[in-house]
């Protein structure tokens, strides 16, 4: 088990090394209905998020006369991950998750601009490979961008773990399953400030330091990609009205 | 008269809406008219005739987590269907055949109002047309599912994901379950020794697989009634002006293999001999280009 998380030739299971991200794949306005939705893809590790709003808030009682508020759901498909899991309305982790990115993005999020209005974010992991949290977030990102509700900042998240050493970026299932630390990360790449930080199992305190610099790095590389995926699209969005926007 | 009607269809409105099988709850009386006008007329809102499908695009093989799997877009609909296979004693009223369960999920980011419970109602709806779609032994070859007689089968769990809701669900789904059932391969076990000694060994070869024989499975074809005439596949819009309708189960051969009214509404029992006709006929053209397309992305993928 343990020689198949980092060879001796520095390779990991999927064939990267340490400070590789596997593979992202974006697109943005995958739906019709809401109004802002994306689909990302890190390696196998698949999201799609729909945001709806900003609209009037549904319960009067949580109305916010200074600020809009935020609801989030997440849920994970009953064929996501290896084993099938049933799906449960409440299950704790879920809602856990869905309050970890409700909290993340009121803090990007310009909900000041909205007073009294609500901004849905439904989270839907289609395929989990490891990563889950973040690759949601990321997709949360592109999708309130596609909803053309105003944000301080990019929000990106990375996940990693430290093995004999080193610092493993962008950890699939089989990597988050060994006995290491769970180190996830979300950060707005401009300002690096740390909007959201989680650790689960034991991190050693020599290590701490390295793993926060190479984990803001491997969320700065991801925030490269999305907002070249959000240019592509504005340039196509725009293409329809014949504009050609300068990006 | 149109003032009696209009009233009923506007009561019914919102049962549709709450139910979740139509967004639509603001429209004129107007527009209603013209709806029904269109569909009386064979020439619909959108140019479509009265037995016609929107288009359709679909693809298998999408989820690498699963045996088998389908992503169907019908109009502004959106189903994602996962096959996982598993091993599992027998039923002991069924020793000689295998399992199947279908369950149907109602994802929040299609709607608001699948969150948290919201979309029990019409997931049981959902589940229940579908399982009793495929009730019937003569759907899938339940026998081949079978490992030891009296022993293990396999159980394939299917989950039908709505990612996108517009109409017409109870179809893209199972049109998408056809689909994914066509993609299933399923690994060979060998079964040696008897009885206490009896071993079993899945095979974890990727090609050392089988595929299911879906040559029997139905599809759903759903007509509903409309003023005086009805049609297939509707738009949320024209099923906030329709008043019952009828699922219809189709086998490739044009059999019937299973039917049920639902909505509220009365349904004429002439018009309903003519649905099911129609119902027949659209659902045997589907199979043809449904088997056509699937045969073709077999043959894409060498398999």
Not at chain 2, 163 to 174: I, M, R
């Amino acid at each position: 088990m343990s020689s198949e998380i980092l060879s001796p030739e520095g390779l990991r299971c999927d064939g990267r090394r340490p400070q590789e991200m596997r593979k992202l794949k974006s697109e943005l306005g995958v739906s019709e209905g809401p109004d802002g939705s994306a689909i990302v893809e890190q390696g196998y590790t698949k999201v799609l998020v729909s945001v709806f709003g900003p609209h009037e808030c549904v319960n009067r009682n949580l109305r916010d006369h200074e600020k809009a508020i935020i609801r989030c759901s997440y849920n994970l498909a009953s064929f996501g991950s290896g084993v099938r899991k049933k799906k449960m309305v409440s299950d704790k982790k879920s809602t856990e998750v869905g309050v970890m990115i409700q909290n993340t993005f009121e803090a990007a999020v310009m909900l000041d601009k909205f007073p009294k209005s609500q901004i849905d974010i439904y989270v839907q992991v289609l395929q989990g490979d490891g990563g889950e949290r973040c690759v949601a977030i990321n997709a949360t990102t592109l999708a309130l961008i596609n909803a053309g509700i105003p944000m301080k900042d990019y929000v990106c998240a990375c996940a990693a773990t430290v093995y004999q050493d080193s610092v493993l970026l962008d950890i699939n299932h089989l990597e988050e399953s060994s006995r290491g630390p769970l180190f996830m990360l979300a950060v707005m790449p401009r300002t690096e400030s740390i909007v959201q930080l989680q650790l689960d199992h034991r991190l050693h305190n020599d290590h701490l330091d390295k793993v926060v610099k190479e984990t803001i790095q491997g969320c700065r590389n991801i925030q490269v990609l999305l907002d070249r995926q959000v240019k592509e699209w504005t340039v196509e969005a725009a293409a329809a009205y014949d504009i050609k926007p300068r990006v | 008269t149109f003032q009696h009607y209009f009233k009923r269809i506007n009561l019914r409105r919102n049962d549709l809406r709450r139910s979740g099988l139509t967004m639509v709850t603001q429209l004129s009386n107007a527009e209603v008219q013209f709806i029904i006008d269109g569909v009386e007329q064979d020439f619909r809102s959108d140019g479509r005739a009265a037995e016609d499908y929107r288009q359709i695009e679909l693809e298998t093989r999408v989820l690498p987590n699963t045996n088998g799997s389908a992503r169907c877009k019908l109009g502004k609909s959106e189903v994602l269907v996962g096959v996982k296979a598993e091993v599992v004693d027998v039923d002991v009223h069924a020793p000689h055949i295998g399992k199947l369960m279908i369950t149907a999920d109602l994802s929040a980011v299609a709607s608001p109002k699948f969150v948290g419970k919201g979309s029990e109602a019409l997931e049981n709806d959902i589940t229940n047309v579908l399982s009793f779609l495929y009730n019937s032994t003569e759907t899938v070859p339940l026998k081949d599912l079978c490992i030891v007689k009296g022993e293990s089968c396999w159980l394939l769990n299917i989950d039908v994901l709505f990612v996108q809701c517009g109409g017409n669900l109870f179809d893209v789904a199972s049109i998408a379950l056809k689909a994914a059932l066509y993609s299933t391969t399923l690994p060979t076990v060998r079964v040696s020794g008897e009885g206490i000694e009896m071993e079993m060994e899945v095979s974890d070869d990727p090609y050392h697989v089988w595929k299911l024989d879906v040559s029997s499975c139905p599809i759903c074809v759903t007509l509903h009634q409309i003023g005086s005439s009805f049609a297939v596949d509707l738009s949320e819009e024209e099923v906030a002006c329709s008043e019952g309708y009828l699922h219809v189960g189709v086998m490739p051969d044009g059999e019937v293999s299973s039917m049920e009214k639902a909505g509220a509404g009365n349904i004429d029992p002439t018009t309903l001999l003519e649905m099911v006709e129609v119902g027949v006929r659209v659902g045997e053209e589907i199979h043809r280009q449904l088997n056509k397309q699937l045969d073709a992305e077999r043959s894409l993928a060498k398999l």
